[in-house]
């Protein structure tokens, strides 16, 4: 069974400055992709960043960077010069594929609500 | 404009109703999926569609049913419901052509239950 583990239910951080989330996960598959979405206050879930596990670079988008470290089957998300619009619930998820087929579902963690403040 | 919408976002309905979530979604996605997402827990997922054909059911009661008509819409039908199922269910939706393809998500319809 795939599991995917946030240890910090909330964040804080200044604007303009730079915070890390942390995320680990369990699995024996050898192909898998690993992601980040960020759910803002009006609930729709948004992507983003996304990793590919056969791939060693870590991905990048804008501010948004990823540590994929496979050995230690962790994958943390670093957000640099906070912007009041980064806070939201963010979860860290694991896509494996559904019984059978050749397309993904997502497993995800239970969540770190990240504040930007002022 | 969302690309996944869900109709209602909120619903109020006793332990002996019958009600139902509706998904729709404008993306031309094939694969469509349910969550039920809980306070202080993971989203856990419930059901996966392909091309209108339950590729997955995650041990949900028998009590939600869901129904997948065409590959654009899904529904969740209620029925005998308890308290703990109050909850907020997402629908989501993917390409479903290979593996890492992103799930886009509607805004979610917000269940409770008396």
């Known amino acids: 069974a795939q599991t995917v583990t946030q240890s910090q239910p909330e964040m804080s951080v200044q604007e303009a400055e730079t915070v890390t989330l942390s995320c680990t996960y369990d699995?024996?598959?050898?192909?898998?992709?690993l992601f980040w979405y960020k759910q803002p206050p009006s609930r729709q879930m948004i992507l983003v960043i996304r990793?590919?596990?056969?791939?060693?670079q870590n991905a990048t988008e804008n501010r948004f960077s990823v540590n994929f470290q496979k050995a230690a089957k962790s994958f943390s998300l670093k957000i640099s010069d906070s912007q009041l619009g980064d806070t939201a619930m963010y979860f860290c998820?694991?896509?494996?594929?559904?019984?059978?087929?050749?397309?993904?579902?997502?497993?995800f963690g239970q969540g770190t609500i990240l504040t930007v403040h002022p | 404009e969302t690309g996944v919408t869900q109709t209602p976002r909120h619903l109020v309905m006793g332990m002996t109703n019958k009600k139902s979530l509706k998904c729709e979604q404008h993306?031309?996605?094939?694969?469509m999926y349910w969550y039920k997402q809980s306070a202080k827990k993971p989203l856990e997922l419930m059901f996966v569609?392909?091309?209108?054909?339950?590729?997955e059911n995650n041990s949900v009661p028998s009590r939600f049913s869901p129904e997948c008509p065409n590959s654009s819409h899904l529904f969740l039908h209620l029925h005998t419901l308890q308290p703990e199922d109050s909850a907020l269910y997402l629908c989501?939706?993917?390409?479903?052509?290979?593996?890492?393809?992103?799930?886009?998500f509607g805004e979610g319809s917000r269940l409770t239950v008396l």
């Open positions: 989501a939706s993917s390409q479903a052509r290979g593996l890492g393809g992103e799930l886009f």
């Open positions: 699995t024996s598959e050898s192909n898998y992709y």
């Open positions: 990793q590919e596990a056969y791939k060693q």
């Open positions: 998820a694991f896509m494996t594929a559904v019984g059978g087929t050749s397309y993904g579902k997502l497993t």
């Open positions: 993306l031309g996605h094939n694969a």
């Open positions: 569609y392909n091309f209108k054909e339950q590729t």
